[in-house]
């Protein structure tokens, strides 16, 4: 079993729709990052969450220490955010210092 | 532009020979890591830099593989006598202050072991 889980793997909208996409983690973790993934390949940070919620624009990221869960919301779905979306946790438990990854989830929104 | 940038962006190589990947960090980012993204996997830790401390090497996946950041800045990584299962995007990221810092990403290099 990964440290890391995402749920869905992959993840087909129509344009407007709402999007949730989880990450659940079995590791005791200081933070927990959302990535994106565009086709290209390139990677930008869009959170990192020690606690409760953050939003920025049309995006949501919400974390449940207790439950060891994450979710990152998209209101009003847009064909520009298709992308793969990649949930990340720094362990308080694991030697060293890195980032475990989920397997990342597959976000195609259609017009 | 200030962001993270490495070379080459692509990488053709012949198996067994050895190969030397650049990344240069934002400028002032005490910590630098290296990734890897083999074709259709998710992204595998392999080495992290903080300011002078020793790096974490615990995701290096053979001693074939060796990484140095010189004056706290350039990191190359280097992967001698490449293995076709090398192949691989090789991604760095830097962030300002470590694991609980934001961190951003470079384009990659794209490594193809032949």
């Known amino acids: 079993k990964n440290e890391v889980e995402q749920s869905p793997q992959n993840l087909t909208a129509q344009e407007g729709e709402f999007i949730t996409i989880n990450c659940s983690y079995s590791v005791g973790i200081s933070a927990l990052h959302w990535l994106q993934q565009h086709p290209g390949g390139g990677i930008v940070s869009l959170f990192m969450l020690s606690s409760g919620k953050k939003k920025h624009g049309r995006l949501i990221a919400t974390i449940n220490i207790q439950e060891k869960h994450s979710s990152l919301h998209i209101t009003a779905s847009h064909p520009r955010d298709s992308a793969v979306y990649i949930c990340?946790?720094?362990?308080?438990?694991?030697?060293?210092?890195?980032?475990?990854f989920g397997e990342g989830t597959q976000l195609t929104v259609n017009p | 532009g200030a962001g993270v940038s490495q070379s080459p962006s692509n990488k053709v190589t012949e198996k067994g020979k050895d190969v030397e990947l650049r990344c240069d960090p934002i400028?002032?980012?005490?910590?630098l890591y290296w990734y890897r993204q083999s074709l259709g996997q998710g992204l595998e830790f392999l080495i992290y830099?903080?300011?002078?401390?020793?790096?974490?090497k615990s995701g290096l996946p053979s001693d074939r593989f060796s990484a140095e950041r010189t004056g706290g800045s350039v990191s190359t990584l280097t992967i001698q006598r490449t293995q076709q299962e090398d192949s691989a995007v090789y991604l760095c990221?830097?962030?300002?202050?470590?694991?609980?810092?934001?961190?951003?990403f470079g384009p990659g290099t794209r490594l193809t072991v032949t």
């Open positions: 830099f903080q300011g002078n401390s020793a790096p974490d």
């Open positions: 990340a946790v720094w362990g308080m438990e694991t030697s060293g210092s890195r980032l475990t």
């Open positions: 400028s002032g980012h005490t910590a």
């Open positions: 990221a830097s962030s300002m202050t470590g694991g609980l810092g934001e961190q951003y």
